[in-house]
């Protein structure tokens, strides 16, 4: 059975009923993967024509995909079919692990956002933008987004406190500097894509900043010149942080060009007043040719998904992390 692998213009001969990712492997099809098991979206592709068998449906986020989106790690293939694969030279593989962490330090970064860095035993490999699992204790687990870059000594995270938050009330009330925690990771498909050249559209949600710094740090770190526009949106003041870190980067990388946003009180001398979308729809004409990072709240990454295509955006190009807040 022929399997067509686009862009690469491939043909590779796969047995019916084997998983698609094996098979791509097989052949040496240079492609992204970590978990293994569903949960780190990192090796999504596209089913451009034919069937599969797509047994990662349940395990996929909302926004995660296009039309014909699957995870080649849970799809098996049981007719000659076309993939569409990302680019070749764009390909990651970080074996997910999990390492056992001691909590460095606590530190408040808002009124409502604590920074927690922890100490990993070995250190984790990840690719900026990505997120892990952290469980402070079996009854305390949660992702959050790594906002330092894999060559740092500590892992940082930016919680977000929620109101009567199970988890985020423990890391305030009990969680210690010192305590033992487990990190399971990498996960996530919006990673940096160092290869490309082109313009990028860095958007970040209250702590939807922590990738969004992890991302921007890491385009620095590895010499891209790239065109950055990186736009912070905020309910209010009182939820902005992180703008010494984002001053710093400014300087670090002289293509940057940062938009503070805040939805209501905007300081009007250093800040623009309204949502990320409006300050986006009014400063780009076109969105041809970019790269982008959402990272935020679902209405958030939605909403500013929908502009990028609607100038011009490649879906392919969109390399988006809704933040599903949990309560519980």
Same mark, same amino acid.
């Given at each position: 059975m022929d399997?067509?692998? *686009?862009?690469?213009n491939r043909v590779i001969r796969a047995a019916p009923g084997v998983n698609l990712l094996d098979a791509l492997r097989a052949a040496q099809v240079p492609m992204s993967y970590s978990c293994l098991s569903g949960r780190c979206g990192?090796?999504?592709c596209r089913v451009l024509d034919g069937e599969v068998f797509d047994g990662g449906r349940e395990q996929q986020r909302p926004l995660d995909g296009m039309d014909g989106a699957v995870l080649a790690?849970?799809?098996?293939? &049981?007719e000659a079919c076309t993939i569409e694969v !990302?680019? !070749?030279? /764009?390909?990651?593989? #970080?074996?997910?692990?999990?390492?056992?962490?001691? %909590?460095?330090?606590i530190e408040p970064l808002a009124v409502d956002i604590r920074r927690l860095l922890l100490k990993v035993t070995k250190p984790i490999a990840f690719s900026p933008g990505q997120y892990a699992q952290i469980a402070f204790t079996p009854a305390h687990v949660r992702p959050y987004s790594m906002a330092s870059l894999p060559s740092e000594e500590l892992l940082e995270f930016h919680v977000q406190l929620?109101?009567? @938050?199970?988890?985020?009330?423990?890391?305030? =009330? *009990?969680?210690?500097? @010192?305590?033992?925690?487990?990190?399971?990771?990498?996960?996530?498909?919006?990673?940096?894509?160092? *290869?490309?050249?082109? !313009?990028?559209?860095?958007?970040a949600g209250g702590t939807g900043l922590a990738p969004v710094l992890s991302v921007v740090r890491g385009a620095v770190a590895a010499g891209m010149r790239n065109p950055i526009h990186l736009y912070f949106?905020?309910?209010? !003041?009182?939820?902005l942080y992180?703008? $010494?870190? +984002?001053?710093?980067?400014? #300087?670090? #990388?002289?293509? +940057? *060009? +940062?938009?503070?946003?805040?939805?209501?009180?905007?300081?009007?001398?250093?800040?623009?007043?309204?949502? %990320? $979308?409006?300050?986006?729809?009014? =400063?780009?004409?076109?969105?041809?040719?970019?790269h982008a990072y959402l990272c935020g709240s679902p209405p958030m990454v939605e &909403?500013?998904?929908?502009?990028?295509?609607?100038? @011009?955006? /490649?879906?392919?190009?969109? #390399?988006? /992390?809704a933040f599903y807040m949990q309560g519980d």
């Open positions: 399997i067509l692998v *686009q862009p690469l990192i090796c999504r790690c849970q799809t098996y293939v &049981t !990302p680019a !070749p030279e /764009e390909a990651v593989v #970080h074996r997910a692990r999990v390492a056992k962490a001691t %909590v460095a330090a929620m109101p009567r @938050g199970r988890v985020s009330g423990y890391i305030v =009330d *009990q969680l210690k500097a @010192g305590d033992a925690v487990k990190v399971s990771g990498p996960l996530g498909a919006a990673y940096l894509r160092q *290869q490309h050249t082109g !313009p990028i559209l860095c958007v949106g905020v309910r209010s !003041p009182r939820e992180g703008l $010494t870190w +984002l001053d710093q980067l400014r #300087h670090a #990388h002289p293509a +940057l *060009q +940062l938009h503070v946003v805040v939805a209501s009180g905007a300081d009007p001398a250093a800040q623009r007043r309204g949502l %990320v $979308t409006q300050a986006i729809e009014q =400063d780009h004409a076109s969105l041809r040719g970019w &909403t500013t998904t929908l502009v990028a295509l609607g100038k @011009g955006m /490649e879906p392919a190009h969109i #390399h988006a /992390e």
